[in-house]
């Protein structure tokens, strides 16, 4: 049987570059042995996945997903790669970056995320400047859900929110993957530490939750 992982990469592949290098080459094998398919999926940006690619020991993916699954590439991956455009497409016909920035308005302590993590399909804040951070994300899930047909939010580590295409996130963009490369969503195994990474335990039944995982 084929199967596919889908692991996260920040907590989860990184942490000790010496089980990962044991690990980095166990799934070489499988890919070269054509029995596994491997996916990163990532809250990075591109380019931070192929400086991993270079210095942190990450494996060779066969594609990967990054922006929490608002963007979707198949190798050769190089700085100048585009994201696929049919998924690209499909998130942008429902969202609008400046209803979801709406969300945002007013909430006290909130700190926008640097501009490469501001996207066209995600919009990324800090709340861990905020007062009482759950007590934010909380108003602002409560904002967007008369929205959840087009909108999402996404909680991690107590800091970090995205507000997503409810239609993206990592375990909607493993399954439009998978189902555009042929493969057996019963083979599907995702891997991950944190908020971010919930939507693919959600999308699939076999999973690994590593032991530093945030709650
Ligand atoms: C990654 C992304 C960041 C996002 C976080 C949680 O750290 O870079 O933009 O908020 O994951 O999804």
């Known amino acids: 049987m084929k199967w596919t992982l889908a692991s996260d990469v920040d907590g989860t592949l990184t942490g000790d570059r010496a089980a990962l290098d044991r690990l980095a080459a166990r799934l070489r094998n499988r890919q070269a042995a054509g029995d596994l398919y491997l996916i990163v999926s990532t809250g990075r940006r591109l380019a931070q996945v192929i400086e991993g690619l270079a210095e942190e020991g990450l494996p060779e993916p066969d594609a990967v997903l990054c922006q929490v699954g608002t963007e979707i590439y198949l190798p050769p991956l190089a700085a100048a790669s585009r994201p696929m455009t049919s998924w690209r497409s499909r998130l942008l016909e429902e969202f609008s970056r400046q209803e979801a920035l709406g969300f945002l308005e007013g909430i006290e302590g909130l700190e926008m995320q640097p501009d490469v993590y501001n996207?066209?399909?995600?919009?990324?804040?800090?709340?861990?400047?905020?007062?009482?951070?759950?007590?934010?994300?909380?108003?602002?899930?409560?904002?967007?859900?008369?929205?959840?047909?087009?909108?999402?939010?996404?909680?991690?580590?107590?800091?970090?929110?995205?507000?997503?295409?409810?239609?993206?996130?990592?375990?909607?963009?493993i399954r439009f993957l998978i189902e555009q490369e042929g493969l057996d969503p019963a083979g599907v195994v995702v891997a991950g530490d944190t908020g971010n990474d919930a939507s693919m335990f959600e999308e699939f039944d076999r999973g690994v939750v590593v032991a530093n995982a945030q709650p």
């Open 119 to 173: 996207t066209e399909l995600k919009v990324s804040c800090y709340l861990d400047g905020c007062a009482d951070p759950e007590a934010a994300a909380a108003e602002i899930r409560r904002r967007v859900a008369p929205c959840a047909d087009r909108y999402q939010v996404v909680w991690s580590s107590g800091r970090d929110l995205d507000v997503l295409p409810a239609a993206s996130g990592k375990g909607k963009a």
